[in-house]
């Protein structure tokens, strides 16, 4: 069982930058591939970044590369997404999700979100 719980997030300008943390319980954070989701109001849940065990392979959604960065530190079972220039678009609900195997269609574990606001 691992239990992932953000943090980082909320009220930011458009231009601005925050961090948002996850932290995992367990021993085993190091055996799961890390994501991070985000939904916002009327839309689906999509996949921003990922980044493998070690943290020497990443993922980016074309609508944040070259804004965004996922790291991730296994001595402290934690994964980090950097969000700089930030966009009214990037309002949603930020979610942390790790997954074993398998894709990201169906993660093992789910955090339970951060809300994160960008003004205009």
């Known amino acids: 069982q691992v239990q992932l719980v953000e943090s980082g997030g909320g009220l930011v300008q458009a231009g601005g930058s925050l961090r948002l943390s996850c932290a995992a319980s367990?021993?085993?954070?190091?055996?799961?591939?890390m994501g991070w989701f985000r939904q916002a109001p009327g839309k689906e849940r999509e996949l921003i970044a990922a980044?493998?065990?070690?943290?020497?392979?990443?993922y980016y959604a074309d609508s944040v590369k070259g804004r965004f960065t996922i790291s991730r530190d296994n001595t402290k079972n934690t994964v980090y997404l950097q969000m700089d220039s930030l966009k009214p678009e990037d309002t949603a609900v930020y979610l942390c999700a790790a997954a074993r195997t398998g894709s990201w269609s169906r993660p093992d574990y789910w955090g339970q979100g951060t809300q994160v606001t960008v003004s205009s």
């Open positions: 980044i493998n065990l070690s943290g020497s392979s990443t």
């Open positions: 367990g021993r085993t954070f190091s055996s799961y591939r």
